[in-house]
């Protein structure tokens, strides 16, 4: 798969993933409505899902921005900085993103956005104070090749349908310890659709934050190899992803709503099993970029 048709592949996976969450929040809705015998919170489920998926696409990049605390500066506040994604932008023949700044000593960095005219790039003031330039240049580079790739819509949009689905989830479980439930749930079939309910408010949020984790480790390396073309130096990115992630310093306005985001684990912590990983082994990404030849 080429970098143009990565970039087709993101957009029709962007529709696909909001079109599967609303129907899994519809499902959801429908078990509860059967459970408690009550349509209302079918209607109630389908009006949820259609608003919150469309919202996403729309609003997800300024509800990524208030989460994460993120700052607009001007080129007067960070000459230095505008320079470099103006030039990178020009180079990648993409639109000069809007640029946010995060007032956090730890090193990190991320793209959000519905599409390259509405690209923002981010950056920590711990990146800028702790980068050398040809660090930062692959640093932008990759969230720059992040826009191109259409890979931060489809991120943006999952931080706001995971959080959806955790929610509704947790008010669908609570509803099942204090809500009135139906008549016939002693007989065989109320029985198995309260089982159905009780696995389906446990599990979706779990299927949810898989998928979530599973897109952002594969976009991930493309990006790594899409911002190396674009500065013709690999060793740049490689060197400054070993810096942040041998940063001790947690970002401290990251969540789990938003760690996927950033161009390497906010946390500092290593995850159990790769299948709770945000993020691919800092080690795989440096041996791929060295072993590029750009």
Avoid at 111 to 126: F, L, M, N, S, Y
Avoid at 225 to 234: E, I, N
Avoid at 251 to 261: E, I, M, V, Y
Avoid at 272 to 289: F, N, Q
């Amino acid at each position: 798969m080429t970098l143009y048709t990565q970039v087709d592949s993101n957009i029709r996976k962007t529709w696909f993933l909001i079109t599967i969450f609303l129907l899994l929040i519809i499902f959801i809705g429908w078990v509860f409505s059967y459970i408690f015998e009550s349509p209302f919170i079918l209607y109630i489920a389908v009006i949820f899902s259609v608003f919150w998926s469309f919202s996403s696409y729309w609003y997800s990049d300024k509800i990524v921005l208030s989460l994460t605390k993120s700052r607009p500066i001007k080129k007067e506040d960070n000459p230095e900085l505008y320079r470099i994604v103006e030039n990178l932008s020009i180079t990648a023949g993409l639109p000069l993103p809007k640029i946010y700044i995060i007032d956090d000593i730890s090193p990190n960095a991320f793209a959000t956005g519905r599409d390259a005219k509405h690209g923002v790039v981010c950056v920590t003031q711990g990146l800028l104070d702790k980068l050398e330039k040809s660090e930062l240049e692959g640093v932008i580079a990759h969230e720059l090749s992040h826009i191109g790739n259409h890979d931060i819509l489809l991120s943006s949009v999952v931080v706001v349908l995971v959080g959806m689905v955790a929610l509704l989830s947790d008010w669908l479980l609570r509803s099942l310890f204090w809500g009135r439930r139906r008549r016939d749930d002693d007989s065989i079939l109320g029985l198995i659709m309260l089982v159905v309910g009780i696995a389906a408010a446990i599990l979706a949020p779990l299927a949810a934050t898989l998928l979530k984790l599973a897109i952002s480790r594969k976009r991930e390396f493309l990006a790594d190899a899409s911002g190396a073309l674009l500065t013709r130096y690999p060793e740049g990115l490689a060197r400054a992803l070993k810096k942040i992630s041998q940063d001790p310093n947690p970002l401290r306005s990251a969540s789990n709503a938003t760690s996927h985001l950033f161009i390497s684990n906010p946390f500092r912590k290593k995850a159990v099993s790769k299948l709770w990983m945000t993020h691919p082994p800092i080690e795989e990404r440096i041996k791929a970029l060295m072993q590029m030849d750009v």
